[in-house]
């Protein structure tokens, strides 16, 4: 069975600040990999996602993360936070095999942007 | 423009009613998908529907059911056996097949029921 694990249910940044929120996952292939962005009370909007194309994933709102095999994570940054950026961050797997589209998601990351 | 509407935006039912909850995508996807988010627990699955008429039970499908008469839209019932029905439930849809399709989320129903 897959699994993502978020590391730190809070983070908190100063605007301008590094970025760096943490997922590992727990497969038996390389899986599909995402992250999601949810502002309170709404969807989630996807921000990026890897397919096996690039370890390099870059995605909207100037965010990206890089896929390790070899230490199975994939950690979201972005060089300089936003007091936008403030919300919660979701890393989802799914597997790469046959036609399922299934995601486990973990259980979220809130950023906290500060003056 | 395309995308997943749910209504209504907050929805509030007394104990032991059944409440159904509206779901609907014009993103002619295959694939559907209703999650529950309770705080610090992420998004845990319901049910899902790959295909019109079919449908899946998820991790937590105790106490809800589904249908899936149309490939626009997918309904979820909460019924009065789901013992903790207080949450923001999520619609989803993705394409399906062989690939990696993300899933794209409607903007929730919040339902309290006391």
């Known amino acids: 069975a897959q699994s993502v694990t978020q590391l730190g249910s809070h983070v908190s940044v100063s605007e301008g600040a590094l970025v760096l929120l943490r997922c590992n996952y727990s497969?038996?292939?390389?899986?599909?990999l995402f992250w999601y962005v949810q502002y309170p009370n709404q969807g989630l909007q996807l921000l990026l996602k890897y397919t096996s194309a690039a370890t390099l994933v870059k995605g909207i709102n100037g965010f990206e993360a890089e896929f390790k095999k070899s230490e199975t994570s994939f950690h979201l940054t972005k060089p300089s936070a936003h007091m936008s950026d403030a919300a919660e961050y979701f890393c989802?797997?799914?597997?790469?095999?046959?036609?399922?589209?299934?995601?486990?998601f973990g259980t979220g990351t809130r950023l906290q942007v500060t003056l | 423009d395309g995308g997943i509407t749910q209504s209504p935006k907050y929805l509030f039912r007394k104990e032991g009613q059944n409440v159904t909850l509206s779901c609907e995508q014009n993103l002619n996807h295959d694939a559907m998908y209703w999650y529950r988010q309770d705080p610090g627990q992420g998004l845990r699955l319901i049910y899902y529907s790959q295909i019109v008429n079919d449908f899946q039970k998820g991790d937590i499908a105790e106490g809800y059911s589904v249908s899936r008469e149309k490939k626009e839209s997918f309904p979820l019932t909460v019924t009065s056996a789901q013992k903790n029905p207080t949450a923001f439930y999520l619609c989803a849809s993705s394409s399906y097949g062989q690939g990696s399709y993300e899933q794209y989320f409607g903007p929730g129903t919040r339902l309290t029921v006391t």
């Open positions: 989802a797997v799914s597997p790469n095999t046959g036609t399922a589209s299934k995601l486990t």
């Open positions: 497969s038996s292939v390389p899986p599909y």
